[in-house]
């Protein structure tokens, strides 16, 4: 029975559905754990599914995957067989034909446990039970004179399971987790979930979760270890991958004994609205690495959502990676042409201006046979876009970069953008991000480079860009508040209808007029279409279009 353990956390990114790449990453972890801990280190902790990646989503159901998987952690576990520390690894898992999320202990050159998750989420981006049935409620695990309670993620959000591990004598619990981000989730996950579970049982937590990008969710990382008081005794950085060794002590007390983290160092969280803005870096980062492309385009139109992208663009992946294209018609202010080339100076970036005109007159010509007798209306308005979309499109298929979409969510949820148009791209990092946050990320990063920037210190757009009002200049003298109410009194109203699901009398009650709340509900749900052919972005709030918030397209529903 030891009196000491060195528990090495491995905070890591991962590439789903990459299980030898994941197991080679893992392996490396685990060298370089014994080369700082000069082989003291007893036990390395991944991430939950760690070796598949997570989420997996209909992937899982490949036979083939499964196979390998069980061949990668065959593997894993034969590199145990060097004395050197053992293995906490999640993975997927089929007993009895059934499939679980679990994790497996690796020690010996053998697999010498494995647990199973027993709280399956089922709401928001999670759809653990379409793949997975639950364990029975897991057992400790023996480790070197140490009982270790090995709940996964969901099982700590609720009381059920530490309590039944601290029943059976756990003495540490470790809790894997593929914990996605969310404004302010990261408090919650220390003070509302594991130091309750802590204080509840009595018995020290630590928690560790995966950083990185994964399509349209994002990983902050930000593990801890929390003691059985609610003390802090570690906690990892959060936007980085992080291998972290604490050093464990059995001490007594009374009777019995406890098993305490030595102090380590505690990293502070990122403060918002950096948080948000690493968010949408690591996201487009990562997705624009994962799939291997080899940098972006973005129209660059002199307004402040292609400017925050293009900023977000140059700090994901280097200015050399950018490029950004200014696509003017003839209602193109010179301010706008301006801005936009003071935006891509500020940051490094390539532009290039290719005029829409003569594709504009081409149109004109050819559809004035079908349009004879009809004014000039938002079909006009749309083709621009749509100019503008083919035209950066058909430069990302020349060339190679991927297009990114620079609509927000304000936008996105009435229906105020072009399908086929402005809508256009593989990525957009802004569609989870209102209005008004596009404008305080902005000031933000004006003043601030991000820590996981690659971007320049200072200023990345003119001021003017953000204090002027935004328009899409597709017609004369156009603003947006033309079209929409102001955007903090916009951004409001959809704050209640999406993100918490208010009825049109809740927020008349609120003070809203009620002929612009029946109005913006309605806007909400006719665009439903649009949303549903719009690219991919990264969730930053409690209910992101898309895997969050999930209406049909056709329905009669209104709430007034």
């Excluded at 027993?118 to 653990?128: A, C, Q, R, S």
């Amino acid at each position: 029975m030891a009196d000491t353990l060195t528990i090495t956390l491995a905070q890591l990114n991962q590439t789903v559905g990459d299980l030898a790449g994941n197991a080679d990453t893992m392996l490396a972890a685990r060298r370089r754990a014994i080369a700082e801990t000069d082989g003291a280190c007893d036990l390395i902790v991944f991430p939950e599914m760690q070796l598949v990646g997570y989420p997996p989503e209909d992937l899982i159901q490949k036979p083939a995957l499964i196979e390998r998987a069980a061949l990668e952690l065959t593997r894993l576990a034969e590199a145990t067989a060097d004395s050197g520390p053992a293995m906490l690894v999640g993975s997927v898992f089929v007993r009895d034909g059934a499939l679980h999320n679990g994790v497996a202990l690796l020690d010996g050159g053998k697999v010498v446990a494995t647990r199973f998750k027993y709280e399956l989420p089922n709401y928001g981006t999670f759809d653990e039970k379409r793949y997975f049935l639950p364990g029975p409620l897991p057992e400790p695990v023996l480790f070197k004179g140490a009982m270790l309670g090995l709940p996964i993620c969901e099982d700590i959000w609720h009381p059920d399971v530490c309590r039944h591990l601290a029943e059976l004598g756990a003495d540490i619990f470790i809790c894997v987790n593929g914990s996605p981000y969310e404004i302010d989730k990261d408090v919650l996950r220390i003070d509302g979930v594991a130091k309750r579970r802590a204080i509840d049982t009595g018995i020290p937590l630590a928690y560790l979760n995966r950083v990185g990008g994964q399509d349209e969710i994002v990983f902050d990382g930000a593990s801890f270890v929390v003691g059985p008081e609610g003390a802090l005794w570690a906690q990892l950085p959060d936007w980085e991958e992080a291998i972290v060794h604490t050093r464990w002590n059995r001490v007594p007390v009374g009777a019995g004994y406890r098993w305490r983290c030595e102090p380590a160092e505690v990293n502070e969280p990122t403060e918002h609205p950096e948080d948000i803005y690493c968010a949408m870096v690591m996201a487009l980062r990562d997705y624009v690495e994962k799939n291997r492309f080899p940098g972006v385009v973005l129209g660059l139109s002199g307004g402040i959502d292609s400017a925050l992208c293009a900023a977000i663009a140059v700090d994901a992946l280097g200015a050399d990676r950018v490029w950004c294209v200014m696509l003017p018609s003839r209602y193109t202010s010179a301010e706008s042409l301006e801005d936009a080339a003071e935006c891509a100076r500020l940051l490094g970036c390539r532009i290039d201006t290719i005029p829409i005109e003569p594709a504009v007159a081409g149109f004109a010509e050819m559809l004035a046979p079908a349009f004879a007798r009809r004014q000039p209306d938002l079909t006009e308005e749309n083709i621009q876009s749509r100019i503008r979309g083919v035209t950066l499109m058909a430069l990302s298929n020349k060339f190679g970069p991927m297009l990114v979409t620079t609509g927000n969510k304000s936008e996105m949820s009435v229906g105020y953008a072009t399908i086929y148009g402005d809508m256009n791209g593989g990525y957009n990092p802004l569609k989870d991000a209102y209005k008004t946050t596009v404008f305080a990320v902005s000031r933000w990063r004006n003043t601030r480079k991000p820590k996981i920037g690659l971007g320049p210190e200072g200023a990345v757009m003119p001021d003017r860009v953000i204090i002027k009002p935004p328009s899409a200049e597709l017609r004369p003298d156009q603003k947006d508040s033309d079209s929409l109410p102001p955007y903090e009194v916009l951004d409001a109203i959809l704050f209640g209808l999406v993100e918490h699901e208010q009825s049109v009398e809740q927020l008349v009650a609120e003070g809203f007029d009620r002929d612009v709340v029946v109005r913006i509900e309605r806007l909400l749900h006719v665009a439903e279409y649009k949303r549903r052919q719009a690219p991919p972005g990264v969730k930053l709030g409690m209910r992101n279009f898309g895997r969050d918030r999930r209406y049909p397209i056709s329905h009669g529903f209104r709430t007034a």
